[in-house]
């Protein structure tokens, strides 16, 4: 008979693991069933090795402030495959790490590719065996990979996803990166900082189009400080391959084409589902555009299974789907007082330079909903810390329904926001208004001042410039 | 049968109290009424009053006891002819029968519960079988306890929401961590969602299912049903109400049901008014300090004065203690877009009519502006309102809480009336004042309204 587990996760990134921790907190017989690496692509192939990237690319950047600081050096060099090698050793260390945690939880790992094969049950192949497991719940969280066009496809070699973008055997001099969302401009930012020659392209007539007009606005013109050139409003219409370079045929809104010739292309263009291979079909799941369809709890129609994460649809962040595994996990359980997800808490955060990070609606989008509302701002230029740091450039802006006081939104955009986002997420979760925001006495110096100043401009007390 | 005497909550917040001195000893008679004990706080020290009558079969806590809870037995309260003996024990003070205060409030509870309404300044509902409870001196604006006086949990954002559409925040399930009130609950309230029960009967009716059956208590209220069941889709358009049209529909919903209103009307001649009023503007200077005095300035003139003659209509009710006010307060009912607002001219018995003048045309200017300060309409014994230049001849209006009083003012026009067994012409205008009588008898409104009639008919008997 078939080993029976409470509940089996399929995948084991973020979302996966954190709700079999849930789950085996709540004492339930839990299983994980992963068919590559514990952590999935969060720790393995995106958040964590990027941040571990870029964090190189910002030394870089200081090394050639040196003399900013008072101190010289010379001979500055920097080698890619060194940079890589500790990227990947900090997911290698994280990937051990969610292997111990299932470990202390006593949660089943189940190395192999998993597929819904009757009423509560899976079968999980490895090497051409197959093996049943029963779960009386089923959590789908195998995630998402990167979206590609019959165009743009990319071949691990000259046009790279984000995975091959990770480890780069040799560094490429040019680079064109399709999409700025936060996976294209986080890699732009590190190879620019880096010294390549990088071009953006996107379809969207701003970079970083989900975030607040102004900070997409003032993250362009940063970037084309640094020498990262844009081209918004603009189409890639084909990829021709050379030897060891790509020319692409670039076209704007307005039919203006554009050749360009770089040793490498990022394709950057969003992300689809991974719902292959799941027998979903066969288990009457619905799929919409590469997504399970499921409602506020993440329950697919399907009697005990559900779906979290990047498969379930946006906003894609592995934060995002910690916290389905974990309403999931104790939804099962009958935990009391579990909300559903609201995506208009879910902070995001990207980590080009300067950084950026927003949570709620944009101006815009709050206006649109025809609320009174006001609008405070708060730039890096006038707070201590930002100048003690060198970090002059960037801004926090808040937006306010002027009735209720409710923060509808926070946008920021400088150095370390990513740290600070935090703050207002919390607002927002206790529902606080401008008058508590008012009250927090902040530290100084320190950058979260610029988000007290930031409250206090939406009521016109700001009190630093 | 013995009843418990219990610990009484003396303010919304009070969990606990101190049994300062016993009053009454075992044996005693008591009459409804008498003081029993004195109860401290740590805000203050108060009587505590009997409500039935009966002899002291037993004391249960004796007198200095600290951190009595509320609610706990503090004495047993005999009837006549009973023996100490057949005193219920403590544990059974859960089934102490309601006595009759008791039984008012929950139903009164209920009645707010079905018709999703709350009363402007919630007064605790005192726990069942517990002596009439005094209410703070002054409620906090908005309740941050619930019934029973434990803290009542909310994020500031449900607080804020709740004060702008008019939500009694302890009438609300919290849905957050611990039960804590968040923004959805009061939304939810808003839109006439689930309320706390004071009794299980009274959520089954705040429910508007056809054919709710009316409520344990017998009151009966059947919410009303839906207006969107008795039209086709498509045949109207949905203006989504807005924070003030919810405020209006619940102030005055709470108005029309819980303060007992009735009305007086009378006719007051116009003509000498009409004529003072022709001289004074006539008097006005060209440029600045120039004015035009309305008939309405006349009239909040003459209602300021009227109160101060009668200072039991110049007064608030609340459920210890009728509160007379020292300067009469006049609203003043201004339409504006998308609902009406009251803003007051304070101390209208002693302003001239310029002032007043002036003063009402920048409250009106303000008030549609949405420029008002909450100070500039709170309070107020008495509001004018005047439909008499829609041509409007008589109509009657809602109480406007914490008023008493509001006076509904007709059109002045030219009638037939019989003078001295002739008919001749006057300028009449008929006024309609509508009365809490709570606070205003039926003789003492009408003389009220008498007063005010005389100064209307002979405008410079207000100079006296």
Known sequence: MAESFDVIVIGGGPGGYVCAIRCAQLGMKTAVVERENLGGICLNWGCIPTKALLRSSEIWHLMHRLEEFGMSAKDLSFDIAKIVERSRKVAGQLSSGVKGLMKKHKITVIDGEAKLSGKGTISVAKNGATIEYAGKNIVLATGARARTFPNLQPDGNLVWTYRDAMVPKEFPKSLLVIGSGAIGIEFASFYRTLGSDVTVVEVLDRVLPVEDEEISAFAAKQFTKQGMKLRIGTNVEKLEKGANSVTATLKTKDGKTEQLTVDRVIIAVGIVGNVENLGLEAAGIKIDRSHVVVNQWCETGVAGVYAIGDLVGAPWLAHKAMHEGVIVAERIAGVKGVHPLDTSKVPGCTYCWPQVASVGMTEAKAKETGRKIKVGKFPFIGNGKAIALGEVDGFVKTVFDAETGELLGAHMIGAEVTELIQGYTIGRTLEATEAEFAATIFPHPTLSEMMHEAVLAADGKVLHI | ?464
């Open chain 2, 1 to 464: 049968m013995s009843t418990q005497i219990l610990m009484p909550a003396l303010s919304p917040t009070m969990e606990e109290g101190k049994l300062a001195k016993w009053h009454v000893k075992e044996g005693d008679a008591v009459k409804s009424g008498q003081i029993l004990a004195e109860i401290e706080t740590d805000k203050a020290t108060m009587e505590f009053e009997a409500i039935d009558e009966g002899r002291i079969g037993k004391i249960l806590v004796p007198e200095g006891a600290e951190g009595v809870k509320v609610n706990a037995p503090i004495a047993i309260l005999l009837e006549e002819g009973e023996t100490a003996g057949a005193a219920p024990s403590s544990n059974t003070s859960t089934n102490a029968p309601p006595t009759k205060p008791a039984e008012i409030n929950a139903a009164m509870q209920q009645l707010r519960d079905a018709i999703g309404v709350t009363p402007e300044a919630p007064a605790p509902a005192p726990p069942p079988a517990a002596p009439k409870a005094a209410p703070a001196a002054a409620p906090a604006p908005h309740a941050t306890t619930n019934g029973s006086g434990g803290r009542l949990f909310a994020s500031p954002l449900a607080k804020r929401i709740a004060q702008q559409s008019g939500v009694d925040i302890a009438n609300v399930n919290g849905s957050g961590p611990r039960g804590r009130i968040v923004k959805a609950d009061i939304e939810a309230a808003a839109r006439g969602g689930p309320m706390k029960a004071a009794a299980p009967a009274a959520a089954k009716s705040a429910a508007p299912a056809p054919g709710a059956q009316p409520n344990a208590s017998g009151m009966g209220v059947t919410p009303l049903p839906d207006a969107r069941l008795f039209y086709k889709q498509g045949e109207y358009e949905e203006v989504p109400n807005d924070s003030m049209r919810k405020a209006i529909a619940r102030r005055l919903t709470s108005a029309k049901t819980l303060i007992p209103h009735y009305y007086l009307t009378i006719d007051c001649d116009m003509n000498a008014l009409m004529d003072a009023r022709a001289k004074l503007n006539a008097r006005s200077p060209k440029g600045p300090g120039s004015y035009k005095l309305s008939v309405n300035d006349f009239l909040l003139k003459a209602a300021g004065m009227a109160l101060v003659r009668n200072p039991d209509v110049n007064a608030s009710w609340t459920e210890t203690a009728i509160l007379r006010h020292a300067h009469a307060d006049i609203g003043v009912a201004v339409a504006i877009e998308g609902g009406l607002i009251t803003p007051i001219v304070f101390r209208a018995e002693e302003k001239g009519l310029i002032e007043i003048s002036n003063e009402v045309r920048s409250l009106a200017e303000r008030a549609k502006t949405k420029k008002l300060k909450p100070q500039e309409y709170e309070g107020g014994s008495l509001s004018i309102s005047n439909l008499g230049m829609f041509g409007i001849k008589n109509f009657t209006a809602v109480i406007n809480p914490p008023q008493s009083a509001i006076m509904a003012v007709g059109v002045g026009e030219d009638r037939a009336v019989v003078r001295d067994g002739k008919i001749v012409v006057a300028n009449v205008m008929t006024v309609t004042l509508s009365c809490d009588h709570r606070v205003i008898d039926g003789a003492t409104g009408a003389r009220f309204l008498q007063t005010f009639k005389d100064f209307v008919e002979e405008p410079a008997s207000m100079l006296l």
